[in-house]
């Protein structure tokens, strides 16, 4: 895409060097200004040039005819390439003030991104992840498959929390599930007490319920309010042939 041309006035305003031609000894001072402006070095190089008869008469008390005439060529020569380089320096210019466009428009575009990416990562983070309504969740549990174990099949049933008009839990019939949801009995410490309960025929109270998992009197008492004991229930599993064995 081509740049838009620059205006009138522009042009003259970014030509103001020019009347450093009319001051007739410091011509050369307007190629120091222009190479300066538009990073041209060839430019700096050409000022140090024709600054060289204007040194010289500065510092030379007899002014003769040939220092005279070194310094009206130079001066009619600086004035000449001063309007033969304008139309390059303004192009210059203009060059260099829609590559800073250019850059100030990519970083901005680069800003606007990074900051749109960290303002969808804060929003992720942010966001509250729906839960399942209470009907969802009981439909879930009622599809749950069987426990196997041992290539038997045992159907946990579904373990309400405990509450104050929940039933009591009984200590030597109780899955594993619900002996968990008891005050102070890990997930861990319940598989232990199933593991024991098995092995020992059931618990006799819940003082040997706490006594086995190592479970402190101040537990203990909270528990007995959500507990019973009953004698342990012997599983039946179905058989390989379909008959019922105890």
């Known amino acids: 895409m081509q740049d838009p041309e620059k205006s009138f006035l522009w042009k003259l305003g970014q030509s103001w060097y020019l009347l450093f031609a009319l001051t007739l000894i410091f011509n050369w001072v307007a190629f120091f200004y222009t190479g300066q402006r538009a990073r041209n070095t060839r430019w700096i190089v050409w000022g140090g040039v024709y600054a060289v008869p204007f040194t010289i008469g500065m510092f030379t008390a007899n002014h003769g005819p040939f220092l005279i005439g070194l310094?009206?060529?130079?001066?009619?020569?600086?004035?000449?390439?001063?309007?033969?380089?304008?139309?390059?320096?303004?192009?210059?210019?203009?060059?260099?003030?829609?590559?800073?466009?250019?850059?100030?428009?990519?970083?901005?575009?680069?800003?606007?991104?990074?900051?749109?990416?960290?303002?969808?990562?804060?929003?992720?983070?942010?966001?509250?992840?729906?839960?399942?309504?209470?009907?969802?969740?009981?439909?879930?549990?009622?599809?749950?498959?069987?426990?196997?174990?041992?290539?038997?099949?045992?159907?946990?049933?579904?373990?309400?929390?405990?509450?104050?008009?929940?039933?009591?839990?009984?200590?030597?019939?109780?899955?594993?599930?619900?002996?968990?949801?008891?005050?102070?009995?890990?997930?861990?410490?319940?598989?232990?007490a199933v593991t024991e309960r098995e092995q020992r025929g059931g618990f006799e109270s819940l003082e040997a319920f706490c006594d086995v998992l190592g479970i402190k009197p101040p537990h203990m008492e909270r528990i007995r309010a959500h507990t019973t004991v009953k004698p342990l229930e012997k599983q039946q599993h179905d058989a390989p042939g379909g008959r019922l064995v105890d």
């Open 71 to 192: 310094y009206w060529i130079s001066y009619v020569a600086s004035v000449i390439h001063l309007f033969t380089v304008r139309k390059e320096y303004l192009m210059r210019l203009q060059m260099l003030e829609n590559s800073g466009q250019d850059t100030a428009k990519l970083l901005k575009r680069r800003l606007e991104s990074e900051f749109k990416a960290i303002a969808q990562d804060l929003a992720a983070q942010e966001s509250i992840v729906p839960q399942e309504p209470p009907q969802a969740q009981q439909t879930h549990s009622e599809h749950q498959p069987p426990h196997r174990t041992n290539g038997t099949s045992t159907i946990i049933p579904q373990v309400p929390p405990l509450g104050p008009d929940a039933p009591p839990v009984d200590l030597n019939n109780a899955p594993e599930e619900q002996l968990a949801l008891l005050p102070g009995v890990s997930p861990t410490l319940a598989k232990k």
